[in-house]
């Protein structure tokens, strides 16, 4: 494992919390610390896909680390430089928004903030319905960031939602080591 803190932040999009999970196992696996961020959406909302509660349990017993769910908590991320990599997955296109806006009104956005302040990588991967609409100026707004590296993405059913991107999850861990090393984790977009 390497000597490396990495925080993983989960937004809402609640239908991948399960394939975050496994990502998230991913990340723990190759990385000694692993330090669980959730929104304030995330921590307080049980859904057909699952319970809020039993989501951090999840996370706390992956990491061994208590789950930062405030913006409170999240704000000593960058005086304190506590981390080397922020991963956020999955990324709504709310938080997509207020990232490429610069709003920080939650505990991820906070996160991101405070931790792009010291000038290191945050990994962002896309889960939204509206990534090929309303969403698609945001991703492109944080493509042309410094330090900001994506997860490769694709359409994950053009049929049937023909505006939806989602990130392939199993690639987060590859695509994190890449943003450590300063460089985006290739081919970018995926083909169904």
């Known amino acids: 494992m390497e000597n490396k803190t990495i925080g993983f932040a989960v937004c809402?999009?609640?239908?991948?919390?399960?394939k975050a999970m496994e990502a998230l196992e991913q990340v723990r696996a190759r990385w000694q610390?692993?330090?669980p961020i959730v929104s304030e959406c995330t921590a307080d909302t049980d859904t057909r896909f699952g319970k809020a509660h039993d989501l951090m349990r999840?996370?706390?017993r992956i990491c061994d680390h208590r789950v930062i769910a405030s913006v409170k908590?999240?704000?000593?991320?960058?005086p304190q430089r506590l981390l080397d990599l922020l991963i956020i997955c999955p990324c709504t296109?709310?938080?997509?928004g207020k990232l490429a806006a610069g709003i920080t009104d939650s505990s991820v956005t906070m996160a991101a903030k405070a931790h792009l302040r010291n000038g290191?990588?945050?990994?962002?991967?896309?889960?939204?319905?509206?990534?090929?609409?309303?969403?698609a100026a945001s991703v492109g707004t944080l493509l042309g960031r410094k330090y900001i590296y994506f997860v490769p993405f694709g359409q994950d059913d053009p049929v049937k939602k023909p505006t939806s991107l989602v990130s392939d999850f199993s690639l987060v861990a590859d695509a994190a080591q890449a943003a450590l090393e300063g460089r985006q984790l290739q081919p970018l977009l995926l083909r169904e």
């Not at 296109?93 to 997509?96: D, K, S, Y």
Request: net charge negative; with cysteine; glycine share 10%.
């Open 93 to 96: 296109g709310n938080t997509l």
């Open 120 to 135: 290191r990588p945050l990994l962002i991967a896309p889960s939204t319905n509206d990534g090929l609409a309303a969403s």
């Open 73 to 78: 908590a999240a704000e000593p991320i960058g």
């Open 33 to 35: 610390n692993v330090i």
């Open 58 to 60: 999840e996370m706390e």
């Open 12 to 18: 809402g999009s609640f239908c991948t919390h399960a």
